[in-house]
């Protein structure tokens, strides 16, 4: 399967849920696509399918394919702690995800482009692999030649989110990642038990 490139909106009405930002076109039509999807035709859904559509909506959140995802989920079974929780905790460490934290991107698929055309350094280094595992301590930088860039420099300018878990430096375009983040500071509504109860069948 290819990485969904189509409207976001559409996908957004069919979770229920703004994942991709603030969307105006789903506030007006805010149920899902389709004939039916405004009217009283949907049957109600089994616990296989409520636990398929979280997963799947977890995965067009953070813009990770089928087979990345379920080797993230087996790394986060194998690990210390919640393994729901350092699920999310493993999406918000991406590069790409990072990145959009940070606002040098105004949303997560243009971090994506941002690191896979080399416009992004990593404690320095030059890195264009958008599923790259960030560190608590690591510096994300926006590379010299690319500082001016418009697309970067308009992020950067309207920036507003500020994340705990997370620090931007201004004037050297540069951000940390200072901690890994507990799942309350998460503030994507993703169900996460109901992908652990999935995978557990």
């Not at 949907?42 to 067009?60: D, H, V």
């Not at 079974?77 to 590069?95: D, H, P, Y």
């Amino acid at each position: 399967m290819a990485r969904y490139t189509g409207p976001k909106t559409k996908i957004a009405r069919k979770f229920g849920d703004p994942i991709f930002g603030p969307d105006g076109s789903f506030e007006k039509k805010n149920y899902p696509p389709g004939q039916h999807g405004n009217g009283r035709r949907r049957g109600k859904k089994s616990e296989y399918a409520i636990q398929l559509a979280e997963k799947q909506k977890a995965k067009y959140t953070y813009g990770i394919l089928e087979r990345q995802f379920s080797n993230m989920f087996k790394k986060a079974s194998s690990s210390k702690g919640i393994t729901g929780e350092v699920l999310l905790q493993l999406c918000e460490a991406r590069l790409d995800n990072v990145v959009f934290r940070l606002g040098i991107a105004g949303g997560r698929r243009a971090a994506r482009q941002l690191v896979s055309h080399r416009h992004i350094t990593v404690n320095g280094e030059l890195v264009n692999i958008p599923s790259y595992h960030v560190k608590p301590g690591d510096v994300i930088g926006v590379r010299e030649k690319s500082k001016s860039v418009s697309v970067i420099t308009d992020a950067i300018s309207s920036r507003k989110d500020q994340y705990e878990w997370v620090e931007w430096n201004n004037s050297t375009m540069t951000g940390t990642y200072l901690s890994t983040p507990q799942r309350a500071m998460i503030p994507e509504t993703i169900k996460e038990q109901l992908i652990v109860e999935l995978y557990s069948k």
